[in-house]
């Protein structure tokens, strides 16, 4: 934006090649509270969803399903969710975020019902002019929203199940 | 007065429900609700110590008073991520 | 892990089924001086590449050629490597990540020659059991890189061009 | 003793090459082979002062050795990432 208010010659080169550099403004914050996979596509759609011309650093959080816990073996994982309170806080998170790193964009997904072990059940990016941004404010929203989004897990073991915190 | 009461998770699963209407007196505070459900169910009653409370999804503190047609969701512990 | 120790009882369960836990042991590095493009598929697969059935937090960094720098419209942009000591440097960040994250993988890969504007020149993946360990690794990796292997940047404007820090 | 020199980026398009065998006195240090360049290249000589050094591929600091055969790089200020 420093050059916008330079003089600018007359010129005969393409007006898009004088343009000053893409404004900062990210696009909307992304919300989502999905039962269909969060597969590479899926992650992938997301980060280009965010990304502007201006974003340099894009840190992108994928939440597996792992096949242990405190020391069990996990067989699968169900999420539940109270899905409008959900998108609230997750709201509320990307509002925070916007307020904090302005120049920043997020998407924040997260996947409901039943889940296999190694597939992604909550993705998070952050995309902001620079990396140490990207980094703060992928960190903050993952944390908030594993602190504050109604969201619930199920944990099915060899000879039981579980609703389980964290 | 009457509340919609939403279940999710270890709440649904003990209620057996996923809703139910709750008659409350007027003014009443979702620790009165709170009280009047785990009488009501036991099956609840060891789970609702541990739940948050959100009114109109948002959430709010014990002494915050309901009113007529107040959607009240407790909130076990979180699990998303 | 702990449930090795347990008595296991004779059971009609099948093998795989009784199995502990999928060991901690993460897959080797992966470090990558390249002139080809990291996109989507090339990241992908780097991320599969670390991901064991243990990871549960998967943190990816990707550096994208940004349209200006320090007030410049910046059309393109050239890296250049000394590439057997970057490869060494990095080798050097991925045995310290193993020593302080001994559960986690990292994928690294920069790309040199000359890049687009929103191309991608440098990933950085951490998966580990947890995400705080995934973010602090994938940080201290990308942070490490930029303080210590020798890479370089030129940038190209309108009228111009420039070896940078940074 | 000889040492091979290589050139990455600016000190590159300075020098106008990508490497050069430089003769050195046996045991001159990686200052004594700065200085000798910048006097030899003075299109070097605004630029290694900003500049770290490797011998053989690790970091090496002003006062280190060099040796028959080493590979010797001066590395100016970083732009990776």
């Known amino acids: 934006m420093a050059d ?39 992650i992938r759609a997301l980060e280009q969803a965010v990304t502007t011309a201006g974003a340099g650093g894009i840190v992108t959080f994928a939440g597996v399903v792992r096949d242990n816990a405190r020391g069990k073996r ?6 539940d969710a109270y899905p ?8 509320r998170i990307a509002a925070e975020v916007a307020r904090r790193w302005p120049e920043g964009a997020l998407a924040m997904a997260h996947r409901i019902g039943p889940l296999a072990i190694g597939e992604c059940s909550v993705v998070v990016v ?3 002019p620079h990396r140490a941004e990207a980094f ?17 897990k199920k944990e099915f073991y060899e000879d039981g199940e579980e609703w389980v915190e964290g | 007065m009457q ?3 939403r279940y999710y998770a270890a709440l649904r699963e003990a209620a057996g429900a996923t809703e139910e209407a ?7 505070t979702v620790a009165q609700a709170r009280a009047l ?45």
């Open chain 1, 136 to 152: 703060e404010a992928c960190r903050y929203a993952i944390d908030t929203l594993k602190a504050s989004v109604p969201i619930w």
């Open chain 1, 74 to 79: 996990v067989r699968s994982l169900e999420y």
């Open chain 2, 37 to 81: 459900l785990a009488e009501r169910q036991p099956a609840l009653a060891a789970l609702l110590p541990a739940c948050a409370a959100a009114i109109n999804r948002g959430y709010a503190p014990a002494d915050a008073p309901l009113s007529e047609g107040a959607e009240l969701v407790f909130i076990p512990p979180l699990g998303g991520g």
């Open chain 1, 84 to 91: 409008e309170m959900a998108e609230s806080e997750m709201a």
């Open chain 1, 4 to 42: 916008k208010t330079k003089t600018r010659k007359a010129s005969s080169r393409p007006t898009a090649a004088a343009a000053p550099p893409t404004p900062a403004t990210p696009p909307a914050s992304i919300i989502r509270i999905t039962r269909e996979p969060l597969d590479s596509d899926a």
């Open chain 2, 3 to 5: 509340v919609r009461i």
């Open chain 2, 22 to 28: 709750l008659d409350l007196p007027d003014g009443a």
């Open chain 1, 126 to 128: 952050a995309a902001c």
